[in-house]
Structures are given as C-alpha cells and as structure tokens.
C-alpha cells in the first residue's frame, strides 16, 4: 500500500468528472492524502489547463504522483507529458497500470472516463499505486526520458 503521508493530486476535464469523483474516496481508503486539482463540476473545461496544474504540483512537491482522467485519456496524457519531469501512462487495465510503475516508474495515471469501467478504474489505480519501479535494465532508459 501506498505510504499513508503520500498525496496523491487527481484532475480532470468535464469528460472523466465524474471518474475523478468516484475515485477521490478510492484514494482515500488506500491511506492517500487527495490534492483535487479540479474541477469542481462537469461544465465544459479545457484539459491542458488541469493537466499543467497537476504537473505543477508534482513539480512543486505538493503531491508525489498523480491521476489524470477525460473523456478518452489521449488528450490530458499528451498535455501532461509535454512536462519534462512527468511520465504520464494512459492504461485500460491492470497489466498496463502495472507495467508503467515496473518498467517506466510512470509518476501519472491517465485514465479514459468513456472508456473504461468503474471497477477497471479501481484496479488501475490501486496497481499503480502499489507497484514500485523496477529499475534495472529500465533505469537507464528512463533516465534517457528526462
């Protein structure tokens, strides 16, 4: 489980709000400190703007890693990864989820609201959470990333 002092920050775009919704208690019960970074409804919004705020935090310190979620899970991954110190992984399922903490310590899960169940949300994120990065032959490839 994920260290009980970690914080997590979560956004979104009016596509995956009602995701982030239902996966801010998600976080809670897995002992994470929940940084909202937005928004606060479902009106239309423009994902790059939520995507640079939870980029910032990271940057900051303010979380140590991140959930991002819209509609389809390309757009907000794209913006997030224009940031030089994020890994942004869009996953459909656990093997992904796990795969992106083992082999590329991705530090933002991306999720896709229209295209992903609820419970497949819930096993995503409690993988990512839960997997440490495997270093090893991967290191040095994920030090060429930044």
Do not use: W
Not at 21 to 35: F, Q, T
Not at 77 to 102: E, M, P, T, W
Not at 128 to 135: K, P, R, S, V, Y
């Amino acid at each position: 489980m994920p260290d009980r002092s970690e914080a997590i920050a979560i956004a979104s775009d009016h596509g995956g709000f009602t995701l982030k919704e239902v996966l801010k208690p998600e976080l809670e019960s897995l002992g994470c400190a929940v940084l909202d970074l937005g928004p606060a409804s479902n009106a239309p919004v423009d994902y790059p703007d939520f995507a640079n705020a939870l980029a910032a935090a990271l940057g900051e310190g303010r979380a140590q890693r991140g959930v991002l979620i819209c509609g389809s899970g390309i757009g907000i991954s794209i913006a997030a990864n224009r940031h030089k110190h994020i890994r942004a992984a869009l996953v459909h399922d656990a093997l992904g989820a796990r795969l992106c903490r083992l082999h590329n310590d991705a530090n933002v899960l991306c999720l896709g609201e229209r295209l992903i169940g609820v419970d497949v949300a819930k096993d995503c994120l409690k993988v990512f959470l839960t997997t440490d990065f495997e270093g090893g032959r991967h290191q040095n490839r994920v030090a060429k990333l930044g």
